[in-house]
């Protein structure tokens, strides 16, 4: 929970791993300043397990090191390092935080995840979060006090007893004066990386020869992060197989087609309801999947419905032509993410006749009729 002050900022996850970073490199500064205090929340391992190394350098000159994350803590840590386990349940599993406090220097970023994305080179990096970051001593003990009430009773009497070694010098000396020269200095060189992000060429990902509003296989994988640092349990995404074919025993009609112009028809009809955050792949000469980032189940059918009648309105325009229309929609937080479950949902439509199937969550091809 985010403390009364300043409105928290809409922060990308390229925003915390910048602020981040900077709080980890003060910790891990040679000062004569300390005893020094470290919390984090990591939300999930993955995203621990890519800075555990420097987290075991910050162990080994902080007083106390505590990192909370969902699931068993991490195992095997540094002496003066302390694993806490999360509770999905609970609001610190939502957090992404980081707090580094002396007796002289402080350094805060406590953030919210909003589980909702901007258009972004990776699905990953366009993650949105709700907070705020500062580099004053203050701020950081309000927030050491508020994790210490909410993660005391699951750290050990010596880890409890270096936080409150540490509090009790903080609060004999005054802060010093300056912090906020210096946090305006770092504020305007954080805008600067975020700017520089946003307008630097990326990978593209469309291939040159692709249709309009599709990208490949390589590209999905890329965005979708299966090759990078992601992690179950953080960002809902809907996904909604499509399979546009036409009726068993349909006619050839020599003449009165252009297949190459369908398919353009068809891929259009997709991909119009579709936001600049989505994705949407080929996968067959007739199958598709839609990649629809932080959709609840009931938008994701009513999106699947705007398809469904985006492509059956096709047959306006080409009068010859009847697509046979089967979908497939899931909404999940797996990652990797259910591809093969829900192109089997979208192959048990087809045969049954069903025009849109419901995948649950974690049953991989239980389907239920719409």
């Known amino acids: 929970m985010l403390h009364d002050g300043p ?12 602020v981040s970073h900077a709080i980890e490199r003060s910790a891990l500064a040679t000062a004569e300043d300390g005893p020094l205090v470290v919390i984090a929340l990591f939300q999930r391992m993955p995203y621990f397990a890519r ?12 007083a106390v090191t505590v990192i909370g994350l969902v699931g068993d803590p991490p195992a095997e840590l540094s002496p003066g390092a302390y694993g806490v386990a999360l509770d999905e349940s609970e609001e ?3 957090e992404w935080s980081v707090v580094a406090l002396t007796p002289r220097f402080g350094a805060s970023l406590v953030a919210r995840d909003r589980r909702e994305v901007e258009a972004a080179t990776t699905l990953e990096a366009g993650r949105l979060f709700s907070g705020r970051w500062g580099f004053r001593r203050d701020e950081a003990l309000h927030e050491v006090i508020r994790l210490r009430a909410q993660l005391g009773d699951r750290l050990p009497p010596a880890a409890l007893a270096a936080v409150d070694q540490v509090l009790r010098r903080v609060r004999d000396l005054p802060a010093t004066p300056g ?6 200095a770092l504020r305007l060189m954080a805008g600067r990386v975020e700017r520089a992000h946003r307008t630097a060429p990326g990978r593209a990902d469309e291939p040159a020869d692709a249709p309009q509003g599709l990208v490949d296989e390589p590209a999905l994988r890329r965005w979708s992060g299966v090759d990078g640092v992601t992690s179950s349990g953080t ?5 909604i197989g499509v399979r546009v074919s036409e009726p068993a025993g349909t006619p050839e009609r020599f003449g009165r087609r252009s297949v190459a112009r369908e398919t353009q028809a068809v891929i259009a009809a997709l991909t119009a309801p579709l936001r600049p955050v989505d994705r949407a792949v080929r996968l067959a000469p007739d199958e598709y999947l839609l990649v629809l980032p932080a959709l609840t189940e009931e938008e994701a059918l009513a999106t699947a419905s705007r398809v469904h009648a985006s492509v059956a309105g096709l047959a306006r325009s080409y009068p010859f032509v009847v697509f046979a229309v089967h979908m497939a929609v899931t909404v999940t937080d797996r990652r990797p993410m259910p591809v093969a479950q829900v192109r089997h949902a979208v192959e048990w439509a087809a045969r049954e006749g069903v025009p849109v199937a419901t995948v649950a969550r974690e049953a991989a091809a239980t389907a239920a009729h719409r």
Not at 235 to 239: E, T
């Open 7 to 18: 409105a928290p900022e809409l922060l990308t996850k390229r925003n915390l791993v910048t």
């Open 235 to 239: 960002l809902p995404v809907a996904l």
């Open 51 to 62: 800075e555990r190394a420097r987290y075991e350098r910050i162990a080994a000159g902080a």
């Open 92 to 94: 610190l599993s939502r």
């Open 179 to 184: 912090e906020s020269r210096a946090e305006a």
